[in-house]
C-alpha cells in the first residue's frame, strides 16, 4: 500500500500564499502521475493540477497563473504553490498518486486525507 500525508493547509487572507506538501510513503515500486485535487462545501472535488512523471504540468483554468506544482521523484514528495489565492479557493485540498507497488502490480490511484485551506479576510 501507498500512504500519503499533506501537510501545510492553514487560514490565509486573499492575496496571501500558501505551500502545500504531501509525503507518499510505503511499499512503492513507481509512482506515474501525481496531481492535487480540491473539494470545496457543497461541491463536486476538482482537478487543480496534475504532474506527470515526465513531462509539463497542466493546471485548472481557475488556478493557471497563479498555483505552481511541483515534484520530487527521488523523495517522492509533491507541492503545491499557491499565490495570489482568493475566496474562491477556500477547500479541503488533496493529494493524489497513481502508482504500483511491484513491477508485476497495477497503477492505482491513492488519497491523502485532506488539509484545509481557507481563504478568508
Known amino acids: 500500500q501507498v500512504q500519503l500525508v499533506e501537510s501545510g493547509g492553514g487560514l490565509v487572507r486573499p492575496g496571501g500564499s500558501l505551500g502545500l506538501s504531501c509525503a507518499a510513503s510505503?511499499?512503492?515500486?513507481?509512482?506515474?502521475?501525481m496531481a492535487w485535487y480540491r473539494q470545496a462545501p457543497g461541491k463536486q472535488r476538482e482537478l487543480v493540477a496534475i504532474v506527470p512523471l515526465v513531462g509539463r504540468a497542466t493546471y485548472a483554468d481557475s488556478v493557471k497563473d497563479r498555483f505552481v506544482i511541483s515534484r520530487d521523484n527521488a523523495l517522492n514528495t509533491l507541492h503545491l504553490q499557491m499565490d495570489s489565492l482568493k475566496p474562491d479557493d477556500t477547500a479541503v485540498y488533496y493529494c493524489?498518486?497513481?502508482?504500483?507497488?511491484?513491477?508485476?502490480?497495477?497503477?492505482?490511484?491513492?488519497w491523502g486525507q485532506g488539509t484545509q485551506v481557507i481563504v478568508s479576510s
Open positions: 510505503g511499499k512503492i515500486f513507481r509512482i506515474d502521475t
Open positions: 493524489n498518486a497513481r502508482a504500483k507497488t511491484s513491477y508485476y502490480s497495477v497503477y492505482d490511484d491513492y
